[in-house]
């Protein structure tokens, strides 16, 4: 219950990197690394450990050419191509992530998780800064393990017996540009897919609530009218201040975020100057409510 919740405590003494939390709840620097060299499987470990714990980090002050943002991302397991943007560089796997000075519309500028109306989506995203504005352009995240966790245990019971039908048409309705980029400026297919509502962590095996309002069309049990105050309260609930943190970016910084785990939303308040990002994104597989074993 919410009024039982207390910030986790940092669990694990790192021996390679240096972590230091930025929020009670979710978010951390991670310090001591160059992630532009090929690191060895004991660092990488540690990197995945700091993202487990603290669900989204980041790294400031690294020189990351796209081939390299690739190589790095890789570790953490197979890229997948930003559906309807193209790659980088020879690259298929790292897009631009790009706002001009004369656009008013941000890229998935709304509270969610990415692309959760693929059938596999992915397990995280790691996006670098190549150009900010003088100010603003900040992101938050929200962590979506606590979102579950401090529901009711009924609601928890409720919502485990619940399927999401999720689309990406619904991104249509934010006016973000998420959905609407594409070479020939032809609006791209929706994609649809259907998510349990709460999922399970493959690696540390914690619940999180899955539902987000970038791509949550309703719950495939319910009807639409059924659906919309439970998920007006499930928004409002996820992105509670006390679950969340907010990055101010740098040049040169990348972040890493655990999309099964957390939500994100890029804050749009810079408009007249161009915001340019490089984005890579991991695979995931398909969420499920019962942990696979390995």
Known sequence: MLSDWEPPKSFRAYQHIKVKRVAGSIGA???????????????????????????????????????????????????????MVKGLDGTDEVVPVIKNPGERVNFGGIWHADTTYLQEPPMGALLYAVELPPYGGDTLFANM??????????LQG???????????????????????????GTKPKAL??????????????????????????RFK?????????????LYAHQTRPEFTCRFTWTPGSLIFWDNYASQHNPI??????????HRVTVAGGRPSLVQVAE
């Open 29 to 83: 620097e991670v310090s001591g690394v160059n992630v532009a060299e090929d690191l060895p499987d004991a660092v990488i470990d540690e990197i995945t450990a700091a993202l487990d714990e603290n669900h989204v980090i980041m790294f400031r002050d690294q020189d990351l050419p796209p081939k390299r943002q690739a190589a790095f991302a890789s570790r953490f397991g197979p890229l997948i191509p930003y559906p």
């Open 145 to 154: 393990h606590l979102a579950y966790e401090t529901l009711s245990p009924t």
């Open 158 to 184: 409720f919502l485990e017996s619940l399927t999401l039908i999720q689309n990406s048409a619904k991104a249509e309705v934010t006016r973000t540009r998420e959905d609407r980029v594409k070479d020939d």
């Open 192 to 217: 649809v897919a259907e998510h349990p509502a709460v999922i399970t962590h493959p690696r540390t095996g914690r619940k999180a609530l899955y539902v987000n309002a970038g791509h949550t069309e």
């Open 221 to 233: 049990e319910l009807t639409m009218e059924e659906s919309e105050p439970l998920l007006k309260f």
């Open 268 to 277: 749009n308040d810079y408009h007249g100057f161009k915001r340019v990002m």
